[in-house]
């Protein structure tokens, strides 16, 4: 499979891209600059330079075209204000929504956050970020040229992962590995049964595979 990744030198996005690279798929990490490829590169995957704030969708559609499964899993980041979460973690993921949609990239995932809604309220950043997350899911939601699939993880960790988790509509909230979310990641890409699924991740207790066969009907 081809498959492209926006946010491709995110911490969830590098790991996705080894587990792909290592079981034979050709993957592209679009980044914000050049001085991040070398550790895309690393991880097995062909950088693309482009700003997803300011690119037109034109441009990112030429990066999708060709590609089995599109994967959105870039963010504003810690440190980043209310105005960033706004382009990024709304606008950003409306635009690679929409270049999908016209590369005619039918597979698209998004990584979400858990509590995303567009009537969050608060004044915090972190408030602003959930508010944009949910109006990127609510887009996402309504589009029906993409078979898509709405990735929540809980509070994410950087311990090794254990292939252990809690794959639901809603699992309550709890932490989970990114090493963990980067495998469901792979999974769901191969479970086409899940588009349409708005699906909560947290650590559980069970093993990863069985989690996402549990939700398309499959038996090993």
Known sequence: MRIVIAGGHGRIALRLERLLAARGDEVTGIIRSEEQADAVRAAGAEPVV??????????????????????FAAGAG??????????????????????AERAGVRRYLTVSAMGADVEHEGDEVFDAYLRAKG??????????????TILRPGALTDGAGTGLVRLEASTGRGPVPRDDVAAVLAHLIDSPETAGLVLELTGGTTPLPAAVDALTGRSR
């Open 135 to 148: 109006a990127a899911d609510d887009d996402l939601r309504f589009r029906s040229g993409l078979d898509w």
């Open 78 to 99: 810690p440190g980043s204000g209310h105005a960033r979460k706004d382009t990024v973690d709304r606008g950003a993921a409306v635009l690679f929504a929409n270049a």
């Open 50 to 71: 482009l700003d997803l704030e300011s690119a037109p969708v034109r441009s990112v559609a030429a990066v999708l075209r060709g590609a089995d499964a599109a994967v």
